[in-house]
């Protein structure tokens, strides 16, 4: 699914390099890990460890912590594969973005050997975009995807989802729905280095769903400048590798209904999945997916809001992985 880079408007983007059937020479390593945004050590060889503009390494450092912005892409396979991001430093309510500088993009095939996909420079407000080669073009499945500013080596992570019509998926809002409350995020904006704390139970349900051939889709009212935040978290909670989709700007209210409207409508009638169960902890979420048309009985409420509508959880998630996950059939069944 192509989308827009937001609130700034589409300029053209100049793709710089493509690595089309192979690596160049030396880039490609056996296995190794990349931890984002500031990796010890890359498991790969960059074609550059500079910034084209040397002043951009000072700019960068005051900027504070990169914050990278990585557009995940789900699609059909055979379509063509866009990969989208903006390089951000510090911009936890905003983007702040160094311009016409290299970034790389890669990921790694089933042997475990790292391949580079594309090779880019920013343009004048810090986004890139790139698509992927013909002949790496990926097939059905979730793949990490990494993109790496060359000039200080800081990176972030996202992946492209690749699905066939009819697949089913698990939508789950973030904050207030997988974590205790939305002040957890808060705290997390606050310092950088706070865990945001899960209901009990959260992750082990999306896990329990992932093993039964659901796919995971998390839609958050968060805007798109805090994605890096997002992934950063779910890794941390070990919730399984899912599609993230952010909003275009901060929203709030009917905005939030709206937007997370929009995209559920997208999921079933332009990409033909189906949504299996729902959940979330807001009247924007239950209206969203009362817009969309997703059976009550598949739509659960956590939190202050559970009482309001048919299918509340109570607590934590612990009861109702007994009650309904355990026994939900798998995909399929």
């Not at 880039?27 to 050590?41: D, F, I, R």
């Not at 498991?43 to 460890?49: E, G, N, T, V």
């Not at 810090?126 to 200080?152: Q, T």
Request: charged fraction near 20%; proline fraction near 6%.
């Amino acid at each position: 699914m192509k989308r827009s880079i937001f609130p700034i408007p589409i300029y053209f983007l100049v793709l710089s390099v493509f690595l089309g059937l192979s690596c160049s020479d030396g880039s490609k390593s056996q296995g190794g890990n990349l931890v984002c945004p500031e990796p010890a050590q890359l498991p790969f060889r960059l074609d550059s460890s500079t910034f084209l503009n040397p002043a951009r390494a000072a700019q960068a450092k005051a900027l504070g912590r990169p914050l990278h912005v990585f557009f995940d892409f789900i699609g059909h396979e055979g379509e063509s594969q866009t990969l989208q991001g903006i390089t951000n430093y510090g911009g936890i309510l905003s983007v702040n973005s160094l311009p016409e500088e290299y970034v790389s993009i890669w990921t790694q095939d089933e042997n475990q050997d790292w391949i580079q996909l594309a090779r880019v420079k920013t343009d004048l407000e810090g986004k890139f975009s790139a698509e992927v080669p013909a002949a790496r073009k990926f097939g059905p499945g979730a793949h990490p995807i990494y993109a790496v500013v060359e000039g200080d080596q800081t990176c972030a992570d996202g992946g492209i989802f690749i699905y066939p019509s009819g697949t089913a998926t698990i939508v789950t809002d973030i904050d207030g729905t997988l974590t205790l409350s939305d002040a957890e995020f808060s705290r997390q904006m606050a310092d950088l280095d706070y865990v945001p704390v899960a209901y009990g139970g959260a992750i082990e349900m999306l896990n329990l769903y992932a093993g039964k051939g659901y796919q995971i889709f998390y839609l958050t009212a968060r805007p798109y400048y805090q994605r890096f935040l997002t992934r950063m978290w779910l890794d941390q909670m070990g919730a399984p590798f899912g599609y993230v989709e952010t909003a275009d700007s901060f929203v709030v209210g009917e905005a939030t209904r709206a937007y997370k409207r929009g995209f559920l409508e997208q999921v079933k009638n332009e990409l033909g999945y189906q949504v299996a169960v729902a959940y979330g902890n807001a009247d924007t979420d239950q209206e969203a997916y009362e817009d969309a048309a997703i059976p009550e009985d598949r739509v659960f409420i956590i939190g202050p809001d559970a009482g309001l509508y048919g299918t509340p959880i109570q607590g934590d998630y612990a009861q109702h992985i007994t009650s309904f996950v355990q026994d939900f059939p798998a995909f399929g069944e």
